[in-house]
């Protein structure tokens, strides 16, 4: 059935955080039809037939003052399947079951981060996510990655459903190296940390710091980057 293959697992994973009994965000619970169907302040969350018209898909699209999720961005493919679902007539199945979803910060959120390169994630669709547990914001770091004595940035952009290491070399915004994509998981435990070099295998020659990455470091040498065991 479309809704229980497609539909449920985007609203469970993607809007029952924010919209559920509990906590109606808007007034709107993503746990049942009838809900959906009344709305909020802003009009009907979904009318049937109707994509165009429907809170829902003009809040996914974020082409207007309502942008969900909140400091993320649905994929072209879930946008489509919502829209597809509410033209066909926004039929119902099996209960929304939650699904944990990595937190995930806006770039702004780091006041310690340049305001050049906040506006450059901000610019490429960069959240910041957050492991699972953590309660200090996390996964944006500086250290030497290139050479010592020239500071850099490393932030780790979450971005259609997967997460990309990128290094701003000497906080400069353009042509960010880009390393270590990843698919984003429901339970997310990935961290970025500088590595000094005393914690670095000596094998490249080792002078400056690297990027520590669950099991892996990341070291820039001779304008390649080398992963190290960790």
Same mark, same amino acid.
């Given at each position: 059935?479309?809704?229980?293959? $497609?539909?449920?697992?985007? =609203?469970?994973? !993607? ?17 049942? $039809? ?13 009318? /049937?037939?109707? /994509? ?8 996914? @699209? ?14 072209? #493919?879930?946008?489509?399947? =919502?829209?597809?679902?509410?033209? *066909? ?5 099996? /209960?929304?079951?939650? *699904? !944990?979803? /990595?937190? !995930?910060?806006?770039?702004?959120? +780091? $006041? ?6 906040? @506006? ?15 309660? #200090?914001?996390? &996964? ?27 290094? +701003?070399?000497?906080? *400069? $915004?353009? &042509?960010?190296?880009?390393?270590? !994509? ?7 435990? @990935? ?7 005393? &914690?670095?295998?000596? #094998?490249?020659?080792?002078?400056? #710091? ?10 820039? +040498? ?9």
């Amino acid at each position: 059935m479309f809704f229980d293959e $497609r539909v449920e697992p985007i =609203l469970g994973k !993607r809007c029952l955080g924010c919209h559920n009994e509990e906590l109606k965000d808007g007034g709107i619970s993503f746990m049942d $039809r009838d809900s959906l169907l009344k709305g909020g302040s802003r009009g009907p969350a979904i009318v /049937p037939g109707k /994509p165009a018209d429907s809170v829902l898909i003009q809040a996914v @699209r974020q082409e207007g003052e309502l942008k969900m999720p909140p400091g993320a961005t649905l994929s072209p #493919q879930d946008v489509a399947t =919502l829209t597809e679902w509410i033209a *066909r007539g926004a039929t119902w199945g099996k /209960p929304v079951q939650p *699904r !944990r979803e /990595p937190v !995930r910060l806006p770039p702004a959120a +780091f $006041r310690e981060l340049p305001g050049g390169l906040v @506006r450059e994630l901000q610019k490429l669709g960069c959240t910041i996510p957050q492991a699972s547990g953590a309660t #200090q914001p996390h &996964n944006v770091i500086r250290g030497e990655f290139a050479k010592p004595g020239k500071t850099d940035w490393a932030a780790l952009c979450s971005k259609d459903g997967a997460s990309t290491v990128l290094v +701003f070399w000497n906080g *400069r $915004r353009r &042509n960010p190296g880009r390393i270590a !994509r990843a698919q984003d998981v429901d339970s997310f435990t @990935r961290q970025i940390t500088a590595i000094a070099p005393k &914690n670095i295998e000596k #094998q490249p020659p080792i002078d400056h #710091q690297g990027i520590g990455d669950g099991s892996v470091i990341h070291y820039y +040498f001779r304008g390649h980057w080398v992963h190290l065991g960790n």
